[in-house]
């Protein structure tokens, strides 16, 4: 929890999100992932200041817990002096105790968006799914509470002007707006409209652009004039058994034509699972892993 001190801003995390979007699509399968289609809504997590603290966590974890579809776990939430904005106890369940840092007392708004990543965190943890160190599974973790449909309230906790700061969460603000943007553009959902944050509005934005560009890099027909030229360049390259690359940013490769046809590898603009396609011309490819049909240009 950034709670007045610098706000990371930036992609330093994407190749780590990208390969979290990918596990999500591995281990839950494209239909699980279709299940979460409709996102936590506002009003079903909205915390006053007169509610009753205790209770309405209570009440907001049970929410998170039903739309996680988590109908065994019970979350036993309380509050405490602490560094980081929440943790949580992960045991065999069916109870798992959550504790919250003392200043969500007082900014209790956002105690929606702690409990949407420390109870993701029991999914995960309920599915065996885990990268390897503290860094990245957290990252995994902000990602998948983002991309099932809870992570709007982690981003809409972004909050920066220039005396103070609050922010939840490992992403950035921009890959948190990323993860949005890639959830966002799968269901034709809008979750600018929840926003009550500005900041947090603009990081949706800039997240937006950075997905847009996935799906604007060659072969794929969307690709724009330069990327198409440095595309018919390196495949020249490839087809005369002269190397290519590795180039910063480029995401094919080719795989030389002694082994076979030239193939040109890329990853999928939705899931990020490596696709292979031969090198003829106009190509319609679909990935296996999530199911999305692409129009190449190879």
């Not at 948190?176 to 947090?200: C, H, I, M, N």
């Not at 939705?270 to 999305?292: M, S, Y």
């Amino acid at each position: 929890m950034a709670n007045g001190g610098p706000v990371e801003h930036g992609y330093p995390h994407l190749d780590t999100v990208r390969a979290a979007i990918t596990a999500l699509y591995k281990r839950l399968s494209y239909d699980t992932i279709r299940s979460f289609a409709t996102s936590v809504l506002p009003a079903d997590v909205a915390f006053c200041d007169q509610d009753d603290l205790h209770l309405g966590a209570q009440r907001v974890a049970r929410e998170l817990v039903r739309h996680y579809r988590l109908p065994d776990a019970r979350m036993i939430v309380s509050f405490r002096e602490m560094t980081h904005a929440a943790n949580v106890e992960l045991a065999a369940g069916p109870e798992y105790f959550v504790e919250l840092n003392d200043r969500f007392r007082t900014h209790r708004r956002d105690i929606g968006a702690a409990l949407a990543h420390e109870v993701m965190h029991v999914y995960l943890h309920r599915l065996g799914l885990s990268f390897p160190g503290t860094r990245d599974n957290e990252i995994l973790t902000d990602t998948a509470a983002t991309y099932l449909g809870a992570g709007w309230l982690l981003l809409d906790a972004f909050r920066e002007d220039g005396v103070s700061s609050q922010k939840l969460g490992y992403l950035t603000p921009e890959e948190f707006g990323y993860v949005l943007a890639k959830r966002a553009l799968l269901f034709g959902e809008d979750p600018a409209v929840w926003f009550t944050s500005p900041q947090a509005y603009t990081a949706y934005t800039k997240g937006m652009a950075q997905a847009r560009r996935d799906e604007q890099q060659p072969p794929l027909t969307a690709a724009g004039w330069a990327g198409r030229r440095r595309y018919a360049r390196d495949r020249r390259s490839a087809q005369d058994h002269l190397p290519v690359g590795p180039h910063p940013g480029v995401p094919y490769s080719f795989t030389p034509a002694g082994r076979g046809p030239l193939r040109v590898c890329f990853p999928c603009p939705t899931c990020h699972q490596r696709i292979r396609v031969p090198v003829r011309g106009r190509v319609r490819a679909r990935c296996g892993l999530c199911r999305t049909v692409l129009e190449c240009d190879t």
